[in-house]
């Protein structure tokens, strides 16, 4: 019996996302077959890694983490400088953690002027995360937004509670956004339809699937991630055919396998390779399952992940 | 995977004799290939297609077992490309590369032997370990096998030469133990097929490409031998998602019997974040045995991690044991918590409380693995079991109070867990986990 | 599953018209409606046309695609206005399809080789000179010959669509069964599995008309079931699409989502 390689066509494609301006823009998605076959279809986009600032000092942050961004991280533009310049980022992700009501609660208004003071320091495309409050962040969003006109920003996170708003002035100021759902692959369709039935393109949508950690939940991450893509592909489910972006920092960072020491745990080893470990195994399960973007934290991480991205794709 | 009627009806007489019951060749094929018939009826079907369908009903990849007892390792066995479609069956096996050459070969093969951890009740651990001729020394070969027998006696061994010598010296002292060898390749397959056949070993088969790979398993099974592991050859990740895809395709839905064995991936470099890396590859992506050259335990603990989520049975929710949980130095004047035992709840209700830094009781009732909204609208988070639990479990014991914290999403228990606990007093927790370093914080300070 | 859409025919009076005179204005507005309500192919049906078929259909499908960004259905018996389509169809959005070649002799070797020399898809309906078979096995036998010609003229497989031709309920109640029966053993015959197709409402020919459009759905939905690809209906008929939808959604063909039905 001969062999025949088995080769898949498959009905549909992902849609081609570009977020950012100028010469720094990326693109993301754009395949139609499944995480790195390219012997049998077009990967046009490798996947994206963006590293993540936060607009207060991430006093929450674990050890290893703080440490590699001790020197820059007491002010969102320097270290968002710091990503570009020394780190070599592709995109920035800047978290507006400190609107959030049980943090430092700080204003909308506030938060807009994080957010133009970060995009006049950087050209690479910046993503714009509020702190996940969902009725919060609609009004942090909505300046944010307006703050960052022109620039073609990826703003997130729209979720079923609060997508109206966060659309409505996402599309009037010309950005693509993140819609989230929570680990459902039916919600999330759901979510795709509402949203482009208020008149916002379905192909400046970005899907984020909500993310886990290795060892606390990955697996259900996973296969939602898969079960979206299969629709794209083998369905052609326009609904279902934006890219995949996955949120790990924020999931990875606040386990115990990034945060205690190996004098608690010997069995566990050393600290600060177990984190980055941890982070950089949730990165490459994530990308086997379709993911386009990284929203990430450790630099080694990143750094590790970039270069596997670039073997693969 | 089912054969379709038209491949049954090739290797039919195509007489239409009918002495089957049936009007024509291809209906009774249609009838076979929904299994609604059989074979026996036809009297006319030659050996060749008798031996053709007796091959499709076969697993669609081999089932391969590695070392010997309670803590042999067996692979293959997959049906789907897809965790979601039906569960992945056997977890992939990891081995540790350990050269005959290298100066600490006991401490190494220590190290496999050490590396068992548990995590959400069941135990991980590296099963194999694979010792290579790197010297050309069939004595010094042996003695590193020894070695590793005596100090891993548990893990399965893996033969890296292609010298009889050396290949004959080791297995000396692995009778028994289903070794596998590696590997086969076209010039030598004859010869190390008769070593495998003799030792009672599995073998890997290697080939450039997938078409003469599949060339030489054939031509391997042929001969009587069917114990087989694939090497493709990929070592870089980008040809370790393409090709081992291609052979699950291949096996699982074109029914390609040549490439029907599990895969073994070499993992393998000098940065382990790298390392990690690529065998997050392979655990993804179809191999089933797994060689890496270091396991530190801080790359292990997420190798297994990833390989216990993978593997997991999609419909069986993970569960932890009923018990309280102690977090942090939690004393009597502690609070006490509760919660289900879904794993994903207890670890992100326990991770949220360790965050919080106040040390506290985690009681962890069973509930069949159900999350807390789920496994009360399946009435099995109820006042009455949860009061049931709570008096069986002599937590009381642990603390000095009479408070329970109930999950802010069964609030609406409260009254009726006031009434079945009597004397006690229930406090309604946060519905979010990530709202309770906050809440138990703030009950600190008003204590 | 895939709708293709039935309105542009010549049995329509408005359609036929506009196809004697060639006025795109009425093929144009049904081409848009039929797509707006979810046509993904468009049958159009020139009939026999004698008189300057080729000339007809290479108007018409130029008229129709102006419009209508979808591949196309070309209906007729005529071999050269069949290849006037061909020639004319914009395959962008897709490969026309040769409706139809059938079991019966002079028909399979005049349409199969089309399908070979422009690389389009072709239905192929399970009937012969001795008409429509009986039962469903019978009807295979005769795909099975349209598949060997297929493989001849170097038409693959997976580009053949069997009809297995659907009898009124109200004449011959016993076959409604029979094509259902079709069109899984169809299915059966290769793998992939062949591809299949029909015309819906013949189902319900003769049936009151208040009867029709319920027997036309159901019928459907179990057709659906036994896995049809794709079917020739009216897609301006609300509750038809509806139940497709539904369909599709039950057997798992389309994700599910709360606001399924306005996709």
């Given amino acids: 019996m001969a062999f025949v390689v088995p080769k898949e066509t498959f009905s549909g494609k992902v849609f081609e996302v570009e977020i950012g301006t100028g010469p720094k823009a990326v693109k993301i998605g754009g395949e139609n077959t499944l995480p790195f076959l390219s012997f049998e279809g077009a990967l046009p986009n490798k996947p994206v890694v963006a590293c993540e600032v936060q607009d207060v000092p991430p006093e929450d942050w674990p050890e290893t983490l703080r440490e590699a961004y001790k020197d820059v991280s007491s002010d969102p533009v320097g270290w968002a400088r710091h990503c570009q310049d020394a780190m070599g980022a592709q995109a920035v992700a800047l978290r507006l953690i400190s609107t959030h009501p049980d943090r430092q609660n700080r204003t909308p208004e506030e938060a807009a002027k994080t957010v133009s003071d970060v995009l006049a320091a950087i050209d690479v495309p910046l993503v714009i995360l509020g702190s996940n409050h969902a009725e919060k962040d609609a009004q942090v969003l909505k300046a944010a937004c307006e703050a960052a006109k022109g620039r073609n920003c990826l703003i997130g996170k729209a979720q079923e509670a609060n997508y109206k708003t966060i659309v409505a002035t996402a599309m009037a100021a010309g950005h693509k956004i993140i819609a989230m759902s929570d680990l459902d692959v039916n919600l999330s369709k759901q979510l795709n339809i509402l949203i482009t039935q208020m008149g916002f393109e379905k192909d400046r949508i970005v899907t984020d699937p909500m993310s886990s950690a290795l060892g606390y939940g990955i697996e259900y991450t996973y296969s939602v991630m898969e079960r979206i893509r299969g629709a794209c592909l083998m369905q052609n489910d326009a609904t279902m055919s934006p890219p995949l972006i996955n949120d790990i920092g924020m999931y990875v960072w606040k386990v115990k396998e990034t945060i205690a020491p190996e004098s608690d745990l010997p069995d566990w080893g050393p600290v600060a390779e177990r984190a980055i470990g941890w982070e950089t195994t949730t990165a490459m399960g994530l990308l086997m399952a379709g993911s386009d973007m990284l929203i990430m934290r450790h630099p080694k991480a990143i750094a590790t992940v970039r270069m596997m991205i670039d073997d693969l794709a | ?447 | 599953m895939l709708i293709i859409g039935e309105r542009i025919n010549v049995i329509t009076k408005t359609q036929r018209l506009a196809m004697q005179n060639r006025d795109k204005g009425p093929i144009q507005q049904m081409a848009k409606d039929e797509v707006k309500c979810g046509a993904g192919m468009l049958d159009i049906n020139i009939g026999p046309a004698e008189d300057k078929g080729d000339e007809l259909m290479d108007w018409i499908v130029k008229t129709v695609q102006e419009v209508a960004h979808v591949p196309l259905c070309l209906d007729t018996t005529n071999p050269l206005a069949m290849e006037a389509g061909l020639k004319a169809h914009d395959n962008t959005w897709g490969r026309a399809m040769i409706n139809s070649a059938s079991g019966e002799e002079e028909r399979l070797n005049m349409m199969m080789p089309l399908a070979g020399k422009y690389g389009s898809l072709i239905i192929g309906l399970t009937l012969n000179k001795q008409g429509i078979p009986a039962l469903a096995e019978d009807r295979c036998a005769i795909a099975a010959e349209i598949m060997g010609k297929a493989a001849e003229c170097g038409v693959p497989m997976e580009d053949i669509y069997l009809d297995p031709l659907i009898m009124p309920v109200p004449f011959s109640q016993e076959k409604s069964l029979e094509s259902i029966r079709a069109i899984r053993l169809f299915r059966e015959m290769n793998d992939p599995p062949m591809k299949t197709v029909v015309g819906l409402s013949n189902i319900s020919n003769g049936a009151p008309k208040e009867l029709r459009p319920l027997l036309n759905r159901v019928y459907t939905a179990l057709l659906m079931y036994e896995g049809l690809d794709s079917a020739i209906i009216d897609p301006l008929e609300k509750e038809m699409t509806d139940v497709i939808k539904t369909v599709d959604v039950l057997l798992g063909k389309t994700l599910y989502a709360h606001s399924y039905l306005e996709m």
């Avoid at chain 2, 450039?208 to 001969?223: F, N, P, Q, R, V």
């Avoid at chain 2, 029907?260 to 392979?282: M, N």
């Avoid at chain 2, 089933?288 to 993978?310: C, E, F, H, P, Y």
């Avoid at chain 2, 006042?383 to 479990?393: L, P, R």
């Fill in chain 2, 1 to 447: 995977m089912a054969l379709s009627g038209v491949e049954i009806f090739k290797h039919l007489p195509k007489t239409n004799c009918k002495k089957c019951g049936f009007p024509t060749c291809l209906a009774f094929a249609m009838k076979l290939a929904a299994k609604q018939a059989s074979l026996d009826l036809c009297p006319d079907a030659s050996e060749e297609a008798k031996a053709f369908l007796g091959a499709a009903s076969e697993p669609p990849i081999r089932a391969i077992t590695i070392g010997a007892g309670e803590k042999a390792l067996k692979v293959g066995e997959e049906t789907v490309l897809f965790r979601h479609e039906k569960k992945f069956i056997n977890p992939c096996g990891f081995a540790l590369l350990i050269k005959d050459t290298d100066a600490d070969i006991e401490a190494r093969a220590k190290s496999v032997a050490a590396s068992e951890i548990e995590r959400v009740g069941q135990k991980l651990r590296v099963e194999l370990v694979a010792v290579q001729n790197e010297s050309g020394d069939p004595g010094k070969f042996a003695d590193a096998v020894k070695k590793v027998t005596e100090n891993a006696p548990n893990a399965g061994i893996i033969l890296i030469s292609t010298d009889t010598a050396a290949l004959e010296s080791a297995l000396g002292g692995l009778a028994g133990k289903k070794p596998l060898i590696y590997a086969a390749t076209a010039e030598n397959a004859d010869k190390m097929v008769a070593i495998a056949k003799a030792a009672g070993a599995s073998l890997v088969v290697k080939a450039d490409g997938l078409d003469a790979l599949s060339g030489l398993t054939e031509k391997i099974a042929a001969a009587g031998f069917k114990d087989m592991v694939l090497d493709p050859g990929a070592r870089k990740s980008k040809d370790m998602v393409e090709q081992y895809t291609q052979i699950r395709r291949a096996a699982v839905k074109k029914s390609l019997k040549p490439l029907g064995y599990p895969v073994i991936s070499f993992a393998v470099d000098k940065d382990p974040y790298v390392e990690l890396s690529l065998a997050a590859v392979g655990i993804a992506k179809y191999a089933s045995i797994i060689v890496v050259s270091d396991i530190s335990r801080w790359k292990t603990l997420a190798m297994m991690a990833l390989r216990q989520n993978v593997y997991t049975d999609p419909q069986v929710p993970m569960q932890v044991g009923q018990n309280v949980y102690k977090v942090g130095d939690a004393k009597a004047e502690s609070p006490l918590m509760i919660t289900t035992n879904f794993s994903l709840t207890y670890f992100i209700v326990l991770g949220e409380v360790e965050n919080s830094k106040v040390p506290a009781w985690l009681a962890v009732m069973e509930t069949e693995g159900l999350s807390v909204l789920t496994s009360w609208a399946a009435g099995k988070f109820t006042a009455a079991k949860i009061a049931q639990y709570i008096q069986e479990s002599g937590v009381e014991k642990n603390v000095s109070h009479k408070e329970l914290i109930i999950p802010g999403y069964v609030a609406v228990l409260s009254g009726a867990l006031e009434e079945k606990l009597p004397g006690w007093k229930i406090t309604v927790g946060p519905r979010e986990a990530n709202a309770l370093p906050a809440f138990l914080k703030n009950k600190s300070a008003a204590a």
